[in-house]
């Protein structure tokens, strides 16, 4: 069975050099006695990445089968696994690996810590382009959308719907054919493909969410990083 791997990007725009992020992640290893900082750090000049540790005490209270409250502390350390790759001088990319539901202890740090000149955005990806660029790639053969999501139908001047599709043939024609000449938006969409003869799958969502076979992980993001350059050059 092929371990799937998910990652989450977002936008970082920067009022500081990449330089300088890579020496603040060099300066802040993770120390004990301030309770976070960064491991793991490994650093090329056309991306970074490291692993954010943030320590927190939670108390829970028991209570003993006498009635009695007894209050227990945990010590716990969350792990963000992330990475950073320059799109241009003032606009960055932010990979979180595995991401948990919030990343909000790393992106606080960040912007503490630089004094609010690094600041966070969300990614809308256009999944019908995203489709075209896999279809028309040499490397994939066999591609078989089986399950898409849509929502904002337009089905006349009172009413919309959203839409799940399951499909054995490809859930995007079908689509296509139930809703012709309507407009909407492509929530998610998932497929399954060759990709120099290897089985992938890939689960992707408008908002920058990939969830696919670890042997394919770095491919499925590379649509979005060219994308997202093109957009800044545009």
Known sequence: MKTLDKIKW????????????????????????KGYGYTFVNFTEHEVSASYVEKSLRTEVIVSPA?????????????????????SKNLSL??????????KKLTDRLSVDFNYRVGFGSITLNLKEYINYL???????LLHIDKIKVSNVVLNGNSKASVEITSTK???????SIFTNKKYNIDKVRLHCLIYGEP??????KSA????????????SDFLIQQLSNDEFR
């Open 10 to 33: 977002s936008r970082v725009k920067l009022s500081i050099t990449f330089s300088e992020l890579i020496d603040y992640f060099k300066r802040n290893s993770y120390d004990e006695s």
């Open 135 to 141: 279809s028309v790639q040499h490397s994939i053969s």
């Open 209 to 220: 969410f990939i969830n696919s076979d670890s042997n394919h992980l770095d491919f499925y």
């Open 94 to 103: 932010l990979a979180i690996f595995n991401p948990p539901k919030s990343i």
């Open 200 to 205: 992938s799958f890939v689960e992707l969502s």
């Open 170 to 176: 490809n859930a995007l024609l079908e689509l296509e």
């Open 67 to 87: 009635g009695d409250e007894i209050e227990q502390d945990f010590l716990e350390y969350e792990t963000i696994k992330f990475a950073l790759k320059p799109v």
